[in-house]
């Protein structure tokens, strides 16, 4: 099956500061990437949809400036957490759809855990 | 509106035994698909079954099992006999046309010896 990666699988950072999350398709090419946060034992709740070279689609309460989400290529969409907050700590996992694929196929990197002090 | 309903929040089941995991959705969408993801405690999201709206039969994959009800707007999951090694928690899902992946508030499943 296809496979999405997310890097770092942890961040540990200091209020204030900016933490970037990368999330690539490894062997796919992936039109839509979509960012998703969780926090514990809650579902998992959509940030935002990217589409390659287009900006991202943010749903309802999602702070755009806050969360920058770059999807430079087919592979790889990056999501900033700026000047990151305790109350942004979460789970944050991305999402790849891929070209050409089927209706079903939507595939989830292994998430990001960020904690922010 | 919540489009996807999951009433369970936890649900408890011994080793070999059966247990369906309740999901209604609300959509408008003639064209939609329905999902279930397990997610252990690592995080990952490990996607089990799927169904579209269109699909006469319900769907099956090994132990899971998806029951379909179109009218009633249901896609129960069956889990057969279970294993600990099922203990996680569980989404339904659902995707419109032209949409992402929206989940349902989530079942944790126990499965005890």
């Known amino acids: 099956g296809a496979v999405v990666s997310q890097h770092p699988s942890r961040v540990i950072c200091k209020s204030g500061t900016s933490v970037k999350i990368e999330c690539r398709s490894l062997?796919?090419?992936?039109?839509?990437m979509f960012w998703y946060r969780q926090f514990p034992k809650q579902s998992l709740m959509l940030m935002a949809t990217?589409?390659?070279?287009?900006?991202?689609?943010?749903e309802q309460g999602v702070e755009k400036d806050k969360f920058l989400i770059n999807h430079a290529s087919l592979t790889l969409s990056t999501l900033t957490v700026t000047s990151a907050h305790p109350e942004d700590s979460s789970f944050y996992i991305c999402?790849?759809?891929?070209?050409?694929?089927?209706?079903?196929?939507?595939?989830f990197g292994p998430g990001t855990r960020l904690t922010v002090l | 509106a919540q489009k996807i309903t999951q009433t369970q929040p936890g649900m408890f089941v011994q080793e070999k035994e059966a247990v369906t995991l309740d999901c209604t959705y609300d959509?408008?969408?003639?064209?939609?698909?329905l999902f279930w993801y397990k997610q252990p405690s690592s995080g990952e999201m490990i996607f089990l079954i799927y169904?579209?709206?269109?699909?006469?039969q319900n769907a099956t994959e090994g132990r899971y099992s998806l029951n379909f009800q179109k009218a009633r707007k249901s896609a129960n999951l069956v889990i057969s006999a279970s294993q600990l090694g099922d203990s996680a928690m569980y989404f339904c899902?659902?995707?419109?046309?032209?949409?992402?992946?929206?989940f349902g508030k989530g079942t944790t499943l126990s499965v005890s010896s």
């Open positions: 999402s790849a759809r891929a070209r050409g694929g089927h209706y079903n196929e939507q595939f």
């Open positions: 062997d796919f090419q992936a039109t839509t």
């Open positions: 990217s589409n390659e070279g287009s900006k991202a689609t943010y």
């Open positions: 959509t408008s969408d003639p064209s939609y698909g």
């Open positions: 169904q579209g709206s269109y699909d006469q």
């Open positions: 899902a659902m995707r419109e046309e032209g949409t992402a992946l929206i």
